[in-house]
Every structure is written in structure tokens, then in C-alpha cells.
């Protein structure tokens, strides 16, 4: 090889390494910014006490009563509880849950890129050596690991609190765990990455509409994981629709029906009729279907915030 190519050679590994550097400096820019907002603090600390509070109050034991139709009970009816930290009171209570964790996502994201534009700094930063492609991916990322951050909290707070209920109520099982992490990857995650993708995406194409993006985005999560499945009320839905609901409010009602309690005649005392509740609420979730076509929407979710980055322009008249 001539001293000309290994010369050459040289000098693009150092632009590699320098635009490496460049990226990670972006990236660790942003999570000091993040650290320093108190704001931040405020809504992540927020987030976690009201999940806290909001699990706490959906995973107080669900009774149920129901008629043994024979047996020693004698047809008297007998009394049990759903626990909500089980498979189908997770089925029952994460889409919930869920609207509130998309309603702050997009102001944790969306800002990454239109935060300089709406500051006035953009030009600045663009007259430095800064690669485009760090810029934005480097933003990109930094909300997105602060997103998951937040999906972690909602995670912590299900363990924590049915670990809590656990200790304190008779009867009360402990977290599967197992049911609890595939329905938090499968939904939480897969929500996460979305609602943050398009946040991201959609606000650097649109600087000017960011606002608006974000309002959108809320209301569309709000009407597809609570108005629906609410105007559905006991109809089936669409198998289609099951599978590929982003916000999981129509996933749950798809999966629900596996987790209904019919009872038998066996059944003569309330041990016995707690005792099979539990074992059909602690099913491990049907992951068939539904569960490949959330992680895939996540993932071409991924596909706009490629878009955006080749997309973005470097010159900008912000001062217009």
C-alpha cells in the first residue's frame, strides 16, 4: 500500500473518531441537560407517585361473587379477587396506565431538534463542526434512553406496589414476573419507542408545528387507548385491530375473554374458588398475534426518525 493511501486511510479513521466523539458529546449534552432541569425532576418524580397512587388504586383486590351451582356450598355465593399485578389485572389496568405515560412522552422527545429553533441557537450551533448526523441522532437517543427511563418507572412502580399489596393483604399473590416483563415489553416498551419516534420525527419535519404535533399525538393516544374500547363496550373487536392496537387499549380486550371466570361445580368454599381465580388470572399471556406487530410498529417507527435525520435541514432562516 503507497504512503498516499495509508495516509488517506489515517485521516478518515480520525474523522470517524472525531465525528464518534463529536456524537457522544451531544449525547452527554443532553443528558446534563436533563439532569440540570429540575423540571424534569419534578415531572419524572410526578410520574412515578402517581403511578404509585394510580396502581395502587386499580390493583386493590377486585372482588368477585358469584353462585356455586352444587356442591357443599349449597348454591351460597362466594367471594374472591382479581389480583391487579397478575396477567388479566395487568390486562385490566396497563392501558390505563399507559395514556399517562404517553401524555408526557412527546414533551420529553419531541423538543430534541426544534429546542434550538425556538431558542434562536440553532445557526449558532450550525456554524460548528458538528456533523448533522450527530446532531439529531445524538438528540434523538439521549430522549429516547430518558423515555425508557420513564417506562421503567411504570415497570418499578407494578413490582413495587404488588409487592407492597403482597406483604399487606391477605391472599394477595406475589408479581408474577415473568407476565409482568412480556407485558411490559410488549406494551409499555413497544408504546415508549413509538409515541417517541414520531414525537422526535414529526417536530423536526415540522419545527414551526410542534405544538400541534404533540397535542395530536396526545389525543390520538387518548381516543384509541380509552375512547374506543369504551365505545366498543361488550362487542368483539376486529382480530386485525387486536393485533396491531398501538395503545394496547384494544390488545387487552382481544386477550381478556382467556382470562374470564367460569366456574364449576367442584368449587364448594371460598379457598377453593380464590385459588382457581388465581390460576386463571396468573396465565402467561397469549403472546401470539399481537405481540410481533407491536414491537414491529415500534421498529418502523424508527423508519421516520431516519427520514427526519436526511430530511433536516442544516440551514435554517429562524430569525424570519
Excluded at 39 to 55: D, K, V
Excluded at 82 to 88: I, K, L, P, Q
Amino acid at each position: 500500500m503507497s504512503i498516499t493511501a495509508l495516509a488517506s486511510t489515517g485521516q478518515q479513521t480520525r474523522s470517524i473518531d472525531k465525528s464518534s466523539r463529536l456524537f457522544l458529546s451531544v449525547m452527554t449534552w443532553e443528558f446534563r441537560r436533563f439532569r440540570a432541569s429540575r423540571l424534569f425532576w419534578f415531572q419524572a418524580l410526578g410520574l412515578f407517585g402517581f403511578l404509585l397512587l394510580m396502581t395502587w388504586a386499580l390493583h386493590v383486590p377486585d372482588q368477585i361473587s358469584a353462585g356455586v351451582a352444587g356442591g357443599g356450598g349449597g348454591g351460597e355465593p362466594l367471594s374472591g379477587f382479581v389480583a391487579g399485578t397478575s396477567a388479566g389485572g395487568l390486562l385490566r389496568t396497563l392501558p390505563i396506565i399507559l395514556v399517562v405515560l404517553a401524555l408526557l412522552l412527546p414533551f420529553v422527545t419531541a423538543d430534541g431538534v426544534t429546542r434550538d429553533l425556538n431558542r434562536r441557537t440553532h445557526e449558532l450551533l450550525m456554524t460548528t463542526a458538528l456533523p448533522t448526523w450527530a446532531y439529531v441522532w445524538g438528540r434523538y437517543l439521549a430522549g429516547l434512553v430518558m423515555s425508557l427511563g420513564l417506562a421503567l418507572l411504570l415497570l418499578a412502580s407494578t413490582l413495587g406496589m404488588g409487592w407492597l399489596l403482597h406483604l399487606t393483604v391477605t391472599d394477595y399473590p406475589a408479581p408474577e414476573i415473568g407476565n409482568v416483563l412480556l407485558l411490559w415489553v410488549g406494551m409499555a416498551i413497544s408504546a415508549t419507542i413509538l409515541v417517541s419516534n414520531f414525537g422526535f420525527a414529526l417536530s423536526t419535519l415540522l419545527p414551526r408545528l410542534s405544538t400541534l404535533v404533540k397535542v395530536v399525538i396526545m389525543v390520538m393516544w387518548i381516543v384509541g387507548g380509552l375512547v374506543i374500547p369504551l365505545g366498543l363496550g361488550g362487542t368483539t373487536p376486529p382480530a386485525w385491530y387486536v393485533n396491531w392496537d398501538p395503545t394496547s387499549g384494544i390488545t387487552a380486550l382481544g386477550l381478556l375473554p382467556a382470562y374470564a371466570i367460569h366456574l364449576g361445580p367442584t368449587i364448594t368454599n371460598e379457598a377453593q374458588f380464590q385459588q382457581f381465580i388465581l390460576s386463571v388470572e396468573n396465565k402467561v399471556p397469549d403472546l401470539a398475534g399481537w405481540f410481533a406487530p407491536h414491537l414491529l410498529l415500534a421498529g418502523v417507527s424508527l423508519v421516520l426518525v431516519l427520514v427526519a435525520a436526511l430530511a433536516f435541514q442544516r440551514s435554517r432562516d429562524t430569525l424570519s
